[in-house]
């Protein structure tokens, strides 16, 4: 059973307009999570993160939320740009676990 | 040049061949992982190294054996490879800590007849 769950394979956004991908996860043992963005033909590269003692994390455009007693989290783009577009992973470890649970990806297309 | 490299980038097999995937790294990490990822499923990790001499399962390893020749170099191997394990292979560094990040190679693309 998927520990980390991305629900919604794809999401299309306006140019400009705010992306919101969201991100459930069922083990409450968690306490770190990471967002990945991947373009085609590559590797995923390492966006963002925050750790369970924070419930915001922000870096320039974007910004990811933790809401641990509904164990939820969301990466938040703002404005959205047509570079943006592509698949984003969230994965979520625990200190000396020395794995991690990657949801199965949500796609976003920012139209121009 | 790329920090982490996989070769070959694509492979087409028959069903029953051996096969080895390859991983190079340049940014000196310890710690190794391979991962498969399958539409709608996401990365699974399949194994993962922390050293040359630390080789652990993930929740894939059946089908699938590791080498860790060097600190640079983790290949994967099937065996014998079959239909389901047709995926996109991705390899993958990080320093020693659950809360550093990780960096992945390219991927290579396998298809299996």
């Known amino acids: 059973d998927q520990q980390v769950k991305q629900n919604s394979p794809s999401l299309s956004v306006q140019e400009g307009r705010i992306s919101i991908l969201n991100c459930d996860y069922t083990?409450?043992?968690?306490?770190?999570f990471l967002w990945y963005k991947k373009y085609p033909a590559e590797g995923p590269t390492f966006l963002i993160s925050?750790?369970?003692?924070?419930d915001k994390n922000e870096d320039g455009r974007f910004t990811v939320f933790l809401n641990k007693s509904a164990k939820h989290l969301s990466l938040h783009i703002v404005p959205s740009q047509p570079g943006d577009s592509a698949v984003y992973f969230c994965?979520?470890?625990?200190?000396?676990?020395?794995?991690?649970?990657f949801g199965s990806g949500t796609k976003l297309n920012v139209k121009p | 040049d790329a920090d982490v490299t996989q070769t070959p980038r694509n492979r087409i097999t028959k069903t029953g061949k051996r096969i080895m995937l390859e991983c190079s790294q340049t940014?000196?990490?310890?710690?190794m992982y391979w991962y498969r990822q399958d539409p709608g499923l996401g990365l699974r990790l399949i194994y993962y190294?922390?050293?040359?001499?630390?080789?652990n399962k993930g929740e894939i390893s059946d089908g699938y054996s590791v080498s860790r020749q060097a600190q640079a170099k983790f290949s994967l191997s099937l065996e014998s490879a079959i239909p389901n394990q047709t995926a996109l292979y991705f390899c993958?560094?990080?320093?020693?800590?659950?809360?550093?990040?990780?960096?992945f190679g390219p991927g290579t693309r396998l298809t299996v007849l």
């Open positions: 190294s922390f050293d040359v001499k630390d080789i």
């Open positions: 993958a560094t990080s320093e020693p800590s659950s809360y550093n990040e990780q960096f």
């Open positions: 940014k000196g990490h310890d710690r």
């Open positions: 083990n409450s043992m968690f306490d770190y």
């Open positions: 994965a979520a470890t625990k200190y000396n676990f020395n794995k991690f649970y």
């Open positions: 925050i750790s369970s003692i924070k």
